[in-house]
């Protein structure tokens, strides 16, 4: 019924007793019969609040006066939401370079772009008004180009391919997207790396910028992400924490020599 809530958020608002059954606090164990009356108080959260900077360390991969360019970990959230008002990137960017609160609307502090949670690797951040202008131009262009890093289930059956599929919510489960006939413009390339008994390691370039692309798209033709339980398997191969899509390469136009950029971010251990 909260389709902005993920289960995450849902969770937190039951430990904080924001949820009630029939008038008693509710425990995440509680099973319901039919009949019950639930209430669940969402806090308001202030949008236009800016967050508070946060002395986070950082993977500084580039940066000059005009431009920074980060190695985001894993289970990093990038733009501060409901549930997730610290320990952000944008936080940690605030506390490194002041400045750049005041570059656009609160909250986003000069990041452009952004990864999912669980995704690791190559974040751009504008420093200067200058640098926010054309950097948000290139990616509206989409001349940016990304590479990402995939494990895969399966093995595609050509060596390279091109997804075109397009892409809007699921109009069941609405934290989820899916590939829908009246959806956007979505468009994925990939090439196979190195094969594995049951498992592909992909290069993954994305030509557009949906929500959850790569991961909806590879398992869109039947080779989910590893790790993916959103669009993969509930149970999964491997034991991992996080899902196998690393953002691996990233390269720009330097907003004020023009100079294309290229920056890369190692394959993570974890």
Do not use: C
């Not at 951040?125 to 131009?137: D, F, V, Y």
């Amino acid at each position: 019924q909260f389709a902005d809530l993920s289960r995450a958020q849902i969770q937190a608002l039951i430990r904080a007793g924001q949820v009630t059954v029939n008038g008693a606090a509710a425990k995440a164990s509680l099973r319901l019969e039919g009949g019950e009356r639930v209430r669940v108080q969402v806090p308001v959260v202030d949008e236009a609040a800016e967050p508070e900077p946060e002395a986070i360390p950082l993977a500084i991969l580039y940066e000059d006066e005009h431009v920074a360019v980060v190695d985001k970990p894993a289970g990093m959230v990038v733009h501060p939401a409901f549930g997730h008002r610290s320990g952000t990137l944008v936080n940690a960017a605030l506390s490194r370079w002041p400045d750049i609160a005041e570059l656009a609307e609160p909250g986003r502090a000069g990041i452009v772009h952004r990864l999912d949670k669980e995704t690791s690797g190559v974040i751009v951040i504008a420093k200067t008004p200058e640098a926010l202008k054309s950097l948000r131009a290139q990616f509206k262009a989409r001349t940016v180009g990304k590479r990402y890093v995939a494990l895969v289930e399966g093995m595609p059956e050509t060596p390279d391919g091109v997804i075109d599929a397009p892409i809007g919510r699921d109009p069941k489960p609405r934290k989820r997207m899916a590939v829908v006939h009246d959806g956007r413009e979505a468009v994925t390339e990939f090439r196979v790396v190195e094969l594995f008994a049951n498992f592909s390691l992909l290069d993954v370039f994305p030509k557009t910028g949906r929500t959850h692309q790569i991961r909806l798209h590879l398992a869109f033709i039947g080779h989910p992400v590893v790790g993916d339980t959103v669009y993969g398997r509930r149970k999964q191969p491997f034991t991992l924490k996080r899902h196998f899509l690393h953002a691996a390469a990233i390269t720009f136009a330097h907003p004020v020599s023009g100079e294309p950029v290229t920056v890369e971010a190692p394959l993570p251990v974890a």
